[in-house]
């Protein structure tokens, strides 16, 4: 593009609505445009690197033998009714009726519309496996869109599909697909890692899942490590231990009075305990296969609850903290409740980090008071059950490691699904004796617009983006400072050679003076800038070369300059 005649603009003054910085810096820099609440514009730049994103997972998806193809984005409600998801997706799911008065969505994600092609189209184990993707936009409307393109409510995903006779052809397959994933996001040079997610209530059946991390500290995940064992999951599903953690041994139980105290550091803080020996109790809600259920968890004083352990563990569909009307019909007194009270309606489960011959300081389920000496094995019910519910920690182990915990974007999303769709929407394929089977499924998605926030997130300065060479929207950035058409025509002749060489480079022939030029090249942070400054060419022959990401300057003569931008371009991964 020549930017004379081009269509780009940039913002002098960070917008006050953007908060992380690849959202400041797309704005900023032009590449996106907020057309509504999560609904964002890509504009030219964005849309060629978005581009080169696509072609990358496009080549790493065909190499595994994927085939291609383009689902519709609003998909029949009926396929949703008969997966069972048409209520449980809940708000995010955008419903409507046509004028028929026939139920539609906008597709949040595509298993039903993919399963049902599959059921229609394939019914032999000779055709097996099969892995289906397509690229397209999505739509889920999210509580909280934010950051720009990296929670939107319209987004654009890779989502790709597999079918397979058996268990084995699913781990292969899904091996295959982990080194496809692996390969993109290095390709796109992105600092990544693959870790091990959360796999729901599925996972119990040996379900093999991993989310790819983009490392950022405006991550919204958290993801646990190991450096020596190089372990990384998810905090949702990490099982960690704590270690050397003061606690009182068992004691007679006794009521005191904690005026005003409700949490357990100050209950803790104002009669002189650690606040290991005090025990937190949580109400939760939940929905157990369709019924309202109560469960009182119990953990260490300064732990956490992970609701993702604990809906995996009760085998919820839904879970939230009870609410203060639903505790006063359980008999509960906010901040003062514990696990001794008589009250019915709700099962008690202890964090598996709390010693259950030990004794802590509860609530005394009486307002201003609480109880010390509380032994859980002693002073409970014996129906009440242990299960690892805390979220890890800084200061955590595993085995003798201690854990580091990093911040991350996910990027993709890799999950055996088993039969879960396949069953419900009642697929079979025969077998070689002629019987029906339910094949196996595998599903796989990259949020393709995410990818461009999340490697704007990875790669800035204080001047602004630094692009990965090979989704950059243009390798270069050409400046011409002069006035001369001699110096003028040599230019265009550069500019000309560059293109017949395939490379994509943006000219900036606006004839503005150089520091507009330059703060303008650094805030797109293309790989490498080009200056062809008249008084030093005319004295010296030479044409300035400059790489964004080191700042390196070189100085080259004309016939040098191709070869010079190629190589470097090359040793920053264009052509990955
Ligand atoms: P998250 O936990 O971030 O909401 P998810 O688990 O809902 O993600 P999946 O259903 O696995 O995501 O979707 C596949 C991919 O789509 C994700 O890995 C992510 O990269 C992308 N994605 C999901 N939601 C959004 C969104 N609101 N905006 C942009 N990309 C998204
Ligand atoms: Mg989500």
Redesign the pocket.
């Known amino acids: 593009m020549r930017l004379s005649t081009g269509y780009w603009q940039t913002l002098k003054e960070t917008p006050n609505d953007a908060e992380v910085v690849s959202q400041q810096l797309m704005m900023r820099a032009g590449l996106i445009y907020k057309t509504g609440a999560g609904l964002y514009t890509l504009q030219p730049m964005a849309f060629r690197s978005y581009k080169k994103i696509e072609k990358i997972v496009r080549e790493e998806m065909d190499r595994i033998n994927s085939f291609e193809v383009l689902m519709p984005v609003i998909t029949p409600g009926e396929l949703w009714q008969e997966s069972g998801r048409w209520d449980a997706m809940g708000g995010q799911m955008l419903k409507f009726k046509d004028r028929a008065e026939r139920d539609l969505c906008v597709s949040p ?1 595509n298993e039903e519309t993919v399963t049902d092609l599959f059921r229609r189209t394939v019914n032999s184990y000779k055709q097996l496996p099969v892995c289906l993707y397509h690229i397209n936009t ?1 739509f ?1 409307d ?1 509580i909280r ?1 934010r950051f720009g ?5 319209e ?1 654009i ?1 890779k ?1 790709a599909y597999s079918f397979h006779y058996d268990k084995a052809s699913l781990d292969s397959f899904y091996d295959e697909m982990f080194t496809a994933y692996s390969n993109s996001f290095r390709r796109m040079g992105l600092d990544f890692i693959a870790v091990e997610a959360d796999g729901g209530n599925m996972a119990a059946g040996g379900a093999k899942t991993h ?1 790819f991390q983009v490392v950022a500290d405006n991550g ?2 958290y993801v646990v490590t190991v450096p020596r064992t190089k372990f990384a999951a998810n905090i949702e599903k990490a099982i960690t231990v704590r270690k050397n953690i003061a606690s009182s041994p068992a004691s007679e139980l006794t009521k005191f009075a904690t005026p005003n105290q409700k949490t357990c550091e100050e209950v803790c803080a104002a009669h002189g305990f650690q606040i290991t020996q005090s025990l937190k109790s949580l109400v939760m809600h939940t929905v157990i296969k369709g019924k309202d259920q109560f469960f009182m968890v119990m953990l260490l004083g300064d732990d956490s609850l992970n609701e993702v352990k604990f809906k995996n563990k009760v085998d919820a569909e839904h879970i939230r903290p009870a609410q203060q009307a639903e505790l006063d019909r359980l008999g509960l007194v906010k901040g003062f409740m514990g696990p001794t009270t008589t009250a019915e309606g709700f099962k008690v489960i202890f964090d598996e980090a709390i010693d259950m011959n030990a004794s802590y300081v509860v609530g005394a389920n009486e307002a201003d008071h609480h109880l010390k000496g509380f032994v859980p094995s002693r002073d409970t019910k014996p129906k009440n059950f242990r299960a690892d519910l805390r979220l890890a920690k800084e200061g955590d182990f595993i085995g003798d490691d201690q854990i580091v915990i990093k911040k991350g974007i ?4 890799i ?1 055996q699904l088993g039969d879960k769709y396949t069953k419900a929407m009642k697929v079979t394929v025969l077998n070689e004796q002629g019987k029906g089977i339910t094949p196996l499924m595998g599903c796989y ?3 393709m ?3 461009l926030a999340s490697a704007i997130e990875q790669n800035n300065d204080k001047d602004g983006i630094i692009w990965p060479a090979s989704i950059a929207p243009y390798d270069a950035y050409l400046c011409f400072i002069g006035k001369t058409p001699e110096t003028k025509a040599l230019v265009e002749g550069i500019w000309e050679d560059f293109k017949k060489e395939g490379l994509e480079v943006l000219f900036d022939d606006r004839q503005l003076g150089p520091g507009m030029m330059f703060k303008d090249a650094d805030l797109i942070g293309l790989p490498l800038r080009v200056v062809i400054g008249e008084r030093d060419y005319l004295a010296t022959g030479e044409i300035e070369v400059k790489v964004r990401k080191t700042g390196e300057t070189l100085k080259v003569k004309k016939d040098e300059l191709l070869p010079t931008v190629k190589a470097k371009l090359k040793e920053l991964g264009k052509w990955l």
């Open positions: 994600t999505k889920r999210e869109p393109l990296m929670r939107a409510r987004f995903m989502d989310e919204e995940d996910e990027v993709g999303h999950f998605g990259i949020g617009t995410r990818v």
